[in-house]
């Protein structure tokens, strides 16, 4: 889908060196201690080498029951209410509303901020660089969370991603979020960029779904009004019940209605480029143009690029040539004014496979060069820049848990990208470190996605082969 353009954008002019060393050293801290999240059964694998040939028979046993370890496992979290399980609640947001539960949250998050931070936040760095941080205990939470790991910019859900409900947020919590910003001088208009409900699809034609869907985008809105944050992500929608051209229709006709509303303030939305072709509707730039067409108010929608999405919808970043072409394309096709924030991540899944499947940066597909390509570029320096990668580990202790140190370690090593001459002996080290550490998982996903794509040239078989295949959960994000 990339057309192939003249690429002029010359990306070398890099030539400070820094001092190396530590960058180096932290990534390879980091590899003894964070243990990449496969699934359960591959954990537990043999090493790759048996894993290469064992692995076709053994992962077509298995395929059928990798869901069930993770959804037993979910049920027993419940129960016991880790601290983990905190977290991800939080991402949720439920526990705004639930009256007792709120408690125990708020103290177990005054904790959390007397921990002192993993990585003190830049000041002066030519980016924007944060993760999507947890709201667990209420969204002014948000605050210590992207202090503890020295982010300069921050996405967060505004409630619970997952459910339709959209209880009021606390006023107290606002305020609190309000004075936490001020306090570190962090500017929410500039630096943060709330993600949408993953149920919402504005592209749905149906009477009543279309109003439940625009109820909670029109909700998100009103909240980034009322926290004084300007930018808001989501997700454009699919045409799973209407044509392409009916869907983008829609997306543009809800956005326009939101956009009308005062109680929105002057939000920008911005859509996401998406990874999947079929009926997703933002797989290529030029369905982000034809919504972007149809809204109204100009200054009020723009684009967030998610490098793992468009590396998977066919768009290449890897050599400054490929970005160079790429970043031509969307100027071309959809105008870079309208480039208001990014998602950071790298992808475990090839060029061109159309699966959203986030790898830590420089151990995907994508590889650090990509990821030099963007920080050096100096029209985007200042956007939000959101890591959205994995930091599940698995703990001594056997258990899933996140690893904080993980976004940590990426804020400070895409800012210290910024200048790097890639013929360096830092960046040589580094990028083949990290391509060390993603190389497993880099053949483990690529051979499935060969199986498919096989799969899918020849004529259907049995339905068994059809579960072998899809295996791996998209990210979602
Ligand atoms: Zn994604
Ligand atoms: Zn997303």
Known sequence: MARTRTKDLAQDEVSTKRKADTLVETVKLAKST??????????????????????RVKV????????????????????????????????????????????????????????????ERSVGSKLRVGAHVSIAGGVHNAISNLLHIGANAFALFLKNQRKWDNPAMDPEHATLFMDGCKKHSIQPGDCCLPHGSYLVNLAHPDAERKKQAYKS?????????????????????NCNATTRENGIKLIAENVNKAHRDPSTGQVVTVLETMASLGNTIGGTFLDLAEIIALVENKERIGVCLDTCHIFAAGYDLRTPDAYAA????????????????????????????????????GTGYLGLRSFHNIVNDERLHGLPMILETPIEVVGEDGKKKEDKTIWAREIKMLEK??????????????????????????????DQVERKKKKDATPKKSKRK?????SDTESDE
């Open 34 to 55: 964070a243990v990449d999240e496969l699934d359960d059964d591959e954990a537990l694998e043999t090493p790759k080498s048996k894993k290469r040939t064992s692995k």
């Open 60 to 119: 077509e046993e298995n395929k059928v029951d990798e869901q069930l370890p993770i959804a037993k496992k979910r049920t027993s979290k419940k129960a016991k209410e880790t601290a983990t399980e905190l977290a991800d609640e939080d991402k949720n947001g439920t526990l705004e509303s639930a009256e007792p539960k709120k408690r125990t949250a708020k103290k177990a998050k005054v904790k959390g901020a007397e921990i002192a931070p993993l990585e």
């Open 217 to 237: 985008f029109h909700d998100d809105l009103t909240r980034c009004h009322q926290l004084g944050i300007r930018l808001y992500n989501f997700h454009p929608g």
């Open 326 to 361: 790429t970043m031509k394309e969307f100027d071309d096709v959809i105008g870079l004014s309208y480039l208001k924030a990014f998602h950071i991540n790298d992808s475990k899944a090839p060029f061109r496979s159309h699966r959203d499947l986030h790898a830590r940066i």
């Open 417 to 446: 990208l910024v200048g790097m001459d890639v013929d360096c002996a830092e960046f040589q080290t580094l990028e083949k470190t990290l391509f060390d550490e993603g190389t497993s998982e880099r053949e483990r996903v690529g």
């Open 466 to 470: 059809k579960v072998e295949v899809n």
